[in-house]
């Protein structure tokens, strides 16, 4: 019986021709014919399972719109990351390379934290996941692992980033990865979200946000991103369905600047597959998108209607 159940999940898991991914939106090509389900439950919030092919293991969410990767770890070398997604939030560091106060809304499988905290093992990282499911998961089936300087809040990101603000803490290393079945959620993405994110954001901090390349929000959170912290660095790559808007509240640096901040961090960075070289020339900042757009607000946004 438990056998004819994996079968069953195997064939409706892999029948569709390509898998967007829920955090990192890549795409899993045709090819993959069959995947073992080592983990299935269902939460609270959502669906979750952890499958296996050809030595990648992905944690996927099941979606209005199909199944969904969160996160897809090699396990022939765990360290590199699958997704484009990934390397690009590592390209925060060009703003600021030594961040020892960092803040992720969204665990996944785990695999940022555990970078960033293998190249800063002094920074402390506050982890911000809803759902405990999500955070077991990680730990059993993706090798994350929580200790002294990180530490994971079972709580919705609003809450805590709130509450962070009137208690005075402060993030030099903000990354917003939060995700639902099929997009941020609502209430993270508004105009007065942002600002209590940057309430609780260093004079030199930055805040790295993935979003879709492709979304018909695409607009709206570009002018709503500006509105808060005015010109950003917007970070695209070919082959990915993400773009990752690179924020802070002073000037941004100059491209010099960016460059100089690369050639250190190129080493350390190479065992996750990042080519930290190449961001540079791609993180620009002239505005690409329809700026008559509105600003999203707690009143205005119209996520669920304009989503991907």
Same mark, same amino acid.
């Given at each position: ?13 892999w $029948? ?13 090509f ?7 389900v080592?983990?299935?439950e269902?939460?609270v @919030?959502?669906n979750?399972f ?6 990648? $293991? ?39 390379p ?7 809304a ?53 809450v805590?980033?709130?509450r ?17 079945g099929?997009y ?8 007065e ?20 390349s ?6 709206? #959170? ?20 993400? $773009?990752v ?19 250190p ?6 065992p @996750?597959?990042?080519?930290?070289? #190449? ?8 505005p ?11 009143q ?7 989503? $991907?």
């Amino acid at each position: 019986m438990k056998t004819e159940r994996v079968l069953h999940r195997t064939r409706r898991l892999w $029948r569709q021709c390509a898998l967007f991914s829920l955090s990192m939106m890549a795409s899993l090509f045709c090819g993959v014919v069959s995947a073992e389900v080592l983990h299935e439950e269902k939460s609270v @919030y959502r669906n979750i399972f952890v499958t296996e092919v050809d030595g990648r $293991r992905c944690l996927m969410f099941n979606a209005i719109r199909g199944e969904r990767n969160q996160t897809c770890m090699d396990m022939r070398n765990p360290k590199e990351f699958v997704f484009h997604y990934a390397r690009m939030t590592m390209a925060g560091l060009l703003v600021n390379p030594n961040p020892q106060h960092i803040l992720i809304a969204g665990l996944g499988g785990g695999t940022l934290p555990t970078a960033l905290h293998e190249m800063y093992p002094d920074a402390t990282i506050d982890i911000l996941e809803i759902d405990q499911a999500v955070v077991n998961v990680a730990k059993n089936f993706f090798n994350f692992q929580e200790s002294e300087q990180v530490q994971t809040h079972v709580v919705d990101a609003r809450v805590f980033i709130k509450r962070a603000g009137l208690e005075g803490k402060k993030y030099d290393f903000i990354v917003l990865d939060a995700f639902t079945g099929e997009y941020i959620p609502e209430h993270l993405m508004t105009q007065e979200f942002l600002e209590e994110v940057k309430q609780v954001l260093t004079p030199d901090g930055v805040v790295v946000a993935n979003t879709f390349s492709s979304s018909r929000l695409y607009s709206y #959170e570009s002018e709503t991103y500006r509105a808060v912290f005015g010109d950003f660095f917007n970070l695209k790559m070919s082959g990915s369905g993400n $773009r990752v808007i690179i924020a802070q509240q002073k000037p941004l640096p100059s491209m010099g600047e960016l460059k100089a901040n690369a050639q250190p961090l190129f080493e350390p960075l190479k065992p @996750y597959g990042v080519d930290i070289l #190449e961001f540079p020339a791609r993180m620009g900042t002239r505005p690409d998108w329809d700026q008559t757009r509105r600003v999203l607000t707690d009143q205005f946004s119209p996520a669920n209607l304009l989503g $991907r």
